[in-house]
């Protein structure tokens, strides 16, 4: 039952609790949620720092305001040790510097007995998933329980058994940026295309070099095709339009997954959703 404590904590954000506590209220307070047919069961939303991808987290989270979810499962890609599946946290809480969130350890009996693995390894030096926490914190607030998963090398099946294994039960985010170190221009539309696999519910269509978190984003997708849940766009972005160099950007996106499909191939519902040259 030890703590897992932040890792990137005054680097990807503040370290202050005040000061980040602020960041992330002010983020949300900028974004306005559409509205939509069905209820979220899931969100797709980057994890670079929050002066670069922030806004576009933000534009997802901020759907969760009307209704906030107390267990929420994380799911991201390990950056710094291979993997291959699944692997939930074995911590007993997370840490962040707006305090601790407890881990939902039925969500981890689930997820284990749908074909993860439990192991902290993956987790403690993994920003992809600590970065999404303080924006649940300030949004669910004192009740929150989390279930982090680290996703790597799988199949869209694999991961989508494990999430289906925590529906209803659990809102699921999927933490992934999008393409990497091209210029805006290329980026948009590599994005592009990558956004229309991910409304076109087509796994199979997402390339390894098109998100960093791919294995995670294709089981969503995956899981969205089997179980003909809806998939709209909400923002779609990158580095340059928020604070970065427009000749080495990062492409954000932001994504809901409804529990009711909304036209063929889903539905761009977000106004600043952005189609590239």
Known sequence: ????????????????????????????????????????????????????????????????????????????????????????????????????VPIDGELRERAVAAGAIAEEGPHLPEHSLEVQVPFLQRIVGEGLRICPVAVGVARPSQVADVMAALLPEALVVVSTDLSHYHDDATAKRLDRRTADAVLARDPDAIGLEDACGVYALRGLVELARREDLGVHLLDLRTSADTAGDPWRVVGYGAFVVTARRVGEGGERVGARARRGP
């Open 1 to 100: 039952m030890r703590e897992r404590r932040p890792a990137v904590a005054g680097t990807f954000y503040p370290s202050d609790p005040g000061e980040l506590a602020a960041a992330v209220d002010a983020l949300l307070a900028q974004a306005v949620p559409p509205e939509l047919a069905g209820d979220p069961v899931a969100l797709v939303v980057p994890h670079a720092g929050y002066v670069y991808s922030g806004p576009i987290a933000a534009t997802a989270y901020a759907l969760l305001r009307r209704r906030p979810p107390a267990r929420v499962a994380i799911f991201g890609p390990a950056h710094f040790v291979p993997l291959r599946g699944c692997a939930v946290s074995t911590a007993g809480t997370w840490r962040t510097p707006l305090g601790t």
